[in-house]
DNA sequence: AATGAATGAGCCTTCATTCAT
DNA sequence: TATGAATGAAGGCTCATTCAT
């Protein structure tokens, strides 16, 4: 195998993907830093240092990238609430997703652009599909994830019983994306503080 | 008395907050249908069945009108829950509110609006001092109650106690707020299952 | 009645339809100079002496404007036509059109624009239509015009012949306009003895 | 003889003027289907399978290709006439091409072409010198023409009796090329019926 | 108080052209 | 020779805001 043109495919594809990668980093700071709609595609581009008119070789419109934002976002909040599962320290990771929430982390979802497209999907009835799917799987995740720590503590859970507690679990941490957003100086025990009293009634 | 100016500081003063009234109502059908960036002033002062021009006779500027609204929606944010709080049927109430939220109530806090301005006071310092202002009024009004209602069963809770509760509550209802966005069909009786799980832990 | 008010309504529409024509007639110069395409909507706002953004409050779109233009142009094109039957001195009175087309009388149909609308019929359906319908005036009244002129001469000429005369006297002035777009300065003698030599035959 | 170069001027010169060729002929489709203004630089390398860089090797600007176009254009006008010439059947001649032109034969002028370029040569001197000298051969050609058939039918023609009949066969033959573009759907009996009417008097 | 015509800045997008590879 | 990524200058259009009436 010749080195030299076996991964040519390859290097041209990393090639458009990490421009492609590049200007959905870009547009996610500015669209965290202007809105979706105030954020203009020549800011994108400037934050991607590249020009304004290459944008479009990656991305159909500007529309285009604020529905991969919101793929990318819904995606990450997945991950950030797949990432709650696995121990048994629920409460302690929900405190340090938060912590990251409120920190701006750049690999978890950002509070203020999961209020805004959240928003959007009230008058753009794509986004607002593809939020609806997504929250079912989510919450989907969860029931799953009760069910099986039901199970491993010995007892069991209806499937409706394990929706509705999914339900409000996710209620509970969106409600806490929301305060993030909007009181970003409250402290990590307000939450665990919270955590310790709803979760009980929550978790099997 | 002279009939012409008679009552001319009272009328004047009706007809000018009237027609604040008037723009307002139309803004925020306009915010709500559009949001507050694509939403034209051109839009409100149709909706308002008035000239563009004339709104700037009521309001500095778009800004101007996005704050009143603002203000004007944590006011009704703080008597939706005010409205949670004097029965015991507390679960019940929250159904309620719950449905008047995805119904779109005009006279209720409108959820979609509720999560823009969130997401706005993010960047404009003025909204978010806003709103961390309305929160802590709101948790205040909570924890208040909470403890009124402690009382009244007999027992007591502490200023931080009630606190973490309100917190919390607070968490939940606004979770709930953006459920009623994201999932607008969502059934009462899976809203209700859920106050039956999580309350119990959290009322005195 | 009161002079003040009894026009008002219409000196409001004159204002409106007084904007509209300047702003084609600013286009149709700009048109004439630089070609549909290449002309921009700033250069008919210079040339109308207005702002750019006001165009909008009159038309639509460019598209529009270039569609007022070419139903203009058809209109005057039909009325260039029609001035050319009523006398006897048909051969003349042709000489006199071409030269208003070679010198760009304002008030008669431009032949460059004339070329270039019917290349764009080619690709705009609605043009194309557009064009279709006026020639097939264009042809009636010729017609009937031909069939009229037989009459007082004292003979007869059946549709389907007056028709072709007129599909022929059409192919032949529109060549001249051609001509005229071509070859600016080409004499009026030469036109003169072309339709000497081709109008015996096609008038009755 | 060295294989890898023993024709390499020869095929250099071929490869080159191939992809000339290769680029015209898209150019060509591209601008019938979409105009010389909004056809890109794009559609035309896509059109010519090639990047759109390369056509930069053969031509030093859009504009050359326009350039390019219309001369090919005017040649194959020139031909188009030149083929109606030698026999007798004059008419019908002119019949089967109108209708090589209404089908878009790719051999033949594109009328729609020539109608774009006339009203470009309007703005643009080099076209309009260019279109202005294609004309006089054109003209040329059909007086020469014209007096070859008078002397064979025993007559004779003054040179200046010649181009009045030729400028007034251009007409008509024009003529004819723009009712192809504005009714396509005409058939080919009343081109035929319109032929019989004018050109008796036309020819020798 | 009220209108709506007018402005002009700014936005998204396209495209001819260049250049490193 | 050939590619196609990259640029940057326009272009069409919208909109908050002002102002003469």
Redesign the pocket.
Known sequence: MNPSDSDKPVA?HD??SA?RDRILNAARQCFIEHGF?A?????I?DAA??????????F????AIILAIIERQLAEKRADIASLAPGIDFAERIVELVARWRAGDARAMNPALFLEMSALGTRDPQIGNALLAADRLTRGDFARWLRQRAERSGTTLSDSEATVRAFTLQCLIEGLALRAVREPDIGDEQVAAAMALALPTLLP
């Open positions: 041209v090639r458009a421009q709609h954020a203009s595609m020549a800011s581009a240092d590249i020009s304004a008119g290459l944008i479009y070789r990656y159909d419109s500007k529309n």
